[in-house]
T-cell receptor, first 113, second 119 residues
Framework: QKEVEQNSGPLSVPEGAIASLNCTYS??????FFWYRQYSGKSPELIMF????GDKEDGRFTAQLNKASQYVSLLIRDSQPSDSATYLC?????????????FGTGTRLTIIP | EPEVTQTPSHQVTQMGQEVILRCVPI?????FYWYRQILGQKVEFLVS????????KSEIFDDQFSVERPDGSNFTLKIRSTKLEDSAMYFC?????????????????FGEGSRLTVL
């Protein structure tokens, strides 16, 4: 069973600070990694994807990937109250040409004004 | 912006009743998925569908579940005889055709979800 692990939180961060979210995955063959944001009762919304080792920045968000350590993280700079949500790490698994997205349990983030 | 649409947004049903959840994937997408999320739990894969057949299904997707693409636009999930534990949010998702991207890459677009409540 291929796993995606996240600390469920809750993680509380003061407004304006950096929020750091972490994720590990078990399938060494995985090559695509995604961070989704999910507000309560809503569908997952893609924030970023990363395929290559290193950092990828998009506005206030930075995704970091380390395939050797099977670790992916998301940094949110200048955290805003609207960033309060559950953040889902997801990995595409491929199996004989079939693909599916496997999610972690999510980390609940609360930004404190 | 193209989007995946789902209906109904909320359905309440009695245990043992049949339910059909409907989805219209993005028009140029060829791979379709159903996921579910029980309240407070993780988003779980149910089934993937390509070329009018199931590509992969999870242990959750037992004989009570079926999927169908009855026409060129709709993608449906049927639960034949609902149980209390089927109460969840059901998300439809779709992704671009494989020839438009590399295997294992690409964004999965999710619909807004259908909340199923089984009483």
């Amino acid at each position: 069973q291929k796993e995606v692990e996240q600390n469920s939180g809750p993680l509380s961060v003061p407004e304006g600070a950096i929020a750091s979210l972490n994720c590990t995955y078990s399938d060494r063959g995985s090559q695509s990694f995604f961070w989704y944001r999910q507000y309560s009762g809503k569908s997952p919304e893609l924030i970023m994807f990363i395929y290559s080792n290193g950092d990828k920045e998009d506005g206030r968000f930075t995704a970091q990937l380390n395939k050797a350590s099977q670790y992916v993280s998301l940094l949110i700079r200048d955290s805003q109250p609207s960033d309060s949500a559950t953040y889902l790490c997801a990995v595409i698994e491929t199996n004989f040409g079939n693909e599916k997205l496997t999610f972690g349990t999510g980390t609940r983030l609360t930004i404190i004004p | 912006e193209p989007e995946v649409t789902q209906t109904p947004s909320h359905q309440v049903t009695q245990m043992g009743q049949e339910v059909i959840l409907r989805c219209v994937p993005i028009s140029n997408h060829l791979y379709f998925y159903w996921y579910r999320q029980i309240l407070g739990q993780k988003v779980e894969f149910l089934v993937s569908f390509y070329n009018n057949e199931i590509s992969e299904k999870s242990e959750i997707f037992d004989d009570q579940f079926s999927v169908e693409r009855p026409d060129g636009s709709n993608f449906t999930l049927k639960i034949r005889s609902t149980k209390l534990e089927d109460s969840a949010m059901y998300f439809c998702a779709s992704i671009l055709a494989r020839q438009d991207r590399e295997l294992g890459t690409g964004e999965l677009f999710f619909g807004e979800g259908s909340r199923l409540t089984v009483l």
